[in-house]
């Protein structure tokens, strides 16, 4: 079945360090690829989107490329703060015509310290 | 605004007593369904619903029910809870067009306690 593997952490950097949370995954076909956020206490939140390969999803400072020949969609950041410590979630939806729903990674504890 | 409200946030109870988590949408999303969190697994979806009156198992439906009986509702029923559905638990709500790259959005959750 479909999987998703990623870093579980928790993940530790200081601020205005790189960040890179690395993802891959398992699914037949061309499945959309996806990070969601959690922040204490919240819901998800989607973070980026890429429906297809070579597609970068961007936001709020955070990237993601969809690699089709490594099966990888990894989340980047050049300098990150400490209002990005959160747990980050990378998921997949197989491209089955609608029935399925998100197949997630357990999840990466980020902490930024000061 | 846009949302997905769950009700309730927290809920302690007792092994046997029925209980029912509700979700309701106000984005006419076609497509809901219920996640749970459970710490080192990530998230597992226990059921689905692709419009009214449409309901189908998830990777986890054991022990649970779902209604779809409105759009913009639907339900978690735990006819007879047990300690092991002591979890977070999360509904969603996306369109369908598209394919499927359409993302879902998420409800704040629900922590449920069963003792």
């Known amino acids: 079945g479909d999987s998703v593997t990623q870093m579980e952490g928790p993940v530790t950097l200081s601020e205005e360090a790189f960040l890179t949370i690395n993802c891959t995954y398992t699914?037949?076909?061309?499945?959309?690829l996806f990070w969601y956020v959690q922040y204490p206490g919240e819901g998800l939140q989607l973070l980026l989107k890429?429906?297809?390969?070579?597609d970068k999803g961007s936001n709020k400072g955070f990237e993601a490329t969809y690699r089709k020949e490594t099966t990888s969609f990894h989340l980047e950041k050049g300098s990150v703060q400490v209002s990005d410590s959160a747990v980050y979630f990378c998921?997949?939806?197989?491209?089955?015509?609608?029935?399925?729903?998100?197949?997630f990674g357990k999840g990466t504890h980020l902490i930024i310290q000061p | 605004e846009a949302q997905v409200t769950q009700n309730p946030r927290y809920l302690i109870t007792v092994t046997g007593k029925k209980l029912t988590v509700t979700c309701s949408q106000n984005?006419?999303?076609?497509?809901m369904s219920w996640y749970r969190q459970d710490p080192g697994l990530g998230l597992r979806q226990i059921y689905y619903?692709?419009?009214?009156?449409?309901?189908d198992k998830g990777d986890v439906p054991e022990g649970y029910k779902v209604s779809r009986k409105e759009k913009r509702n639907f339900p978690l029923i735990l006819e007879s809870p047990s300690p092991n559905q002591t979890s977070l638990y999360f509904c969603?709500?996306?369109?369908?067009?598209?394919?499927?790259?359409?993302?879902?959005?998420f409800g704040d959750g629900t922590r449920l306690s069963i003792l």
């Open positions: 969603a709500s996306s369109f369908l067009g598209q394919g499927n790259n359409q993302p879902q959005h």
């Open positions: 699914a037949t076909g061309y499945p959309s």
């Open positions: 890429a429906t297809k390969a070579d």
């Open positions: 998921a997949l939806r197989p491209n089955r015509g609608g029935a399925d729903g998100l197949t």
């Open positions: 984005m006419n999303h076609e497509y």
């Open positions: 619903s692709m419009n009214v009156e449409v309901t």
